[in-house]
């Protein structure tokens, strides 16, 4: 068994890849770590391949959902503990790695979120109000408080990583998190601050972003209410 995968998923990053991965690769060597290149249309492969950088090519373009589940397969393959999902972007820091870890190897939780709004209040815009909106709908559903359900920014103990790596349907999303909890997976919170993006666009605009609280809504009303879990 190893220890800690930092599973990097990354879509058209080129003009932030390179410092995200040379920060973990000088300040925190003693963690392992892998691309997931999922499908870039620009040249964020040919960087990756060009610095050296453990590399996972996607031929096509899977989403964040099939990204992060090919990471988790290839943790699961080579027998990793733990695995941290960690944008490409720059938004995420890496000092609070160390904490969230050592969550996971106290057998604290199966799932570690790097959450703003532990300790801090959320402000109070639309997106702030679609959070609090899915966070209201996991307490309803399952009975626990997840104050940052839209972080990005994860880590997975061995039973999750196994969980994602023999089934579908299993993405980094607020609905998976629902549907794990009422599954016996535990969750914690840890206080993190985040940063804007180094580089690059966001793929959820206003419009999107919109969507995707009312696919989140309706999935964890109706359909991870009647899922069955698959052993």
Avoid: W
């Avoid at 610095?51 to 393959?77: P, T």
């Avoid at 999303?173 to 940063?195: A, H």
């Amino acid at each position: 068994m190893k220890g800690l995968l930092i599973v990097i998923p990354a879509y058209n990053e080129s003009e932030s890849i390179r410092g995200v991965v040379d920060s973990l690769r000088k300040k925190y060597p003693e963690y392992d770590y892998i691309v997931v290149n999922d499908g870039s249309k620009d040249n964020t492969a040919d960087i990756c391949l060009e610095a050296g950088y453990n590399l996972l090519n996607l031929a096509n373009n899977s989403g964040l959902s099939g990204a992060v589940q090919a990471g988790m397969r290839y943790a699961y393959k080579y027998g990793y503990d733990a695995v941290l999902q960690f944008d490409g972007d720059g938004q995420h820091r890496p000092e609070y790695i160390k904490q969230m870890l050592s969550v996971i190897n106290k057998d604290e939780a199966d799932i570690v979120i790097g959450s703003r709004f532990v300790d801090e209040k959320k402000p109070h815009n639309m997106r702030m109000l679609g959070s609090n909106l899915i966070s209201a709908l996991i307490k309803i559903t399952t009975g626990k408080r997840v104050n940052d359900p839209t972080s990005g920014m994860r880590m997975y103990g061995r039973r999750v990583i196994t969980e994602f790596s023999r089934n579908i349907n299993y993405g980094p999303e607020p609905d998976t998190i629902s549907y794990l909890i009422r599954n016996g997976i535990r969750v914690k919170e840890i206080q993190v601050t985040m940063d804007e993006r180094t580089a690059g666009q966001s793929y959820l605009n206003f419009g999107r972003s919109i969507k995707y609280m009312v696919l989140q809504c309706f999935s964890i009303l109706f359909i991870q209410a009647f899922r069955r879990r698959i052993d």
